[in-house]
C-alpha cells in the first residue's frame, strides 16, 4: 500500500523485499560480533578481569594463610606457629 517505488532502468518499480530482513540479520550479526570483539580486546588489554581477582585475593591469601590482612609474604611474618613468635612473651613480634 505505502510501499516505497526504487527505480531502476525504465519504469520497472522494486516490488520484492523478500530478502532483506535476512540482509538486515546478517549486518547486525556482522556489527554485533564487531563490538564483540572490539570489547574482548579492551578487556584483555587493560586486564580488568585480572584485577577484579587477584587484587582482592592478595589480601584473601594472607588471611587465608596466616590469619593476617596483609599480602602473603608479610602475614608469614605474623603466623602465630612460625617459630621466632611460638615462645615469645610478646606476641606482636
Do not use: C
Request: glycine share 8%.
Amino acid at each position: 500500500m505505502f510501499a516505497a517505488k526504487t527505480q531502476f532502468s525504465g519504469n520497472k518499480t522494486l516490488r520484492n523485499n523478500k530478502g532483506q530482513i535476512l540482509i538486515e540479520f546478517v549486518l547486525l550479526g556482522v556489527v554485533a560480533i564487531g563490538l564483540l570483539a572490539v570489547g574482548v580486546r579492551i578487556i584483555r588489554e587493560k586486564k580488568i578481569t585480572q584485577s577484579l581477582t587477584q587484587g582482592p585475593w592478595e589480601k584473601t591469601a594472607g588471611m587465608i594463610e596466616s590469619g593476617s590482612w596483609n599480602p602473603p609474604a608479610i602475614a608469614r611474618q605474623s603466623h602465630p606457629n612460625r617459630p621466632q613468635r611460638m615462645l615469645s612473651h610478646d606476641p606482636k613480634k
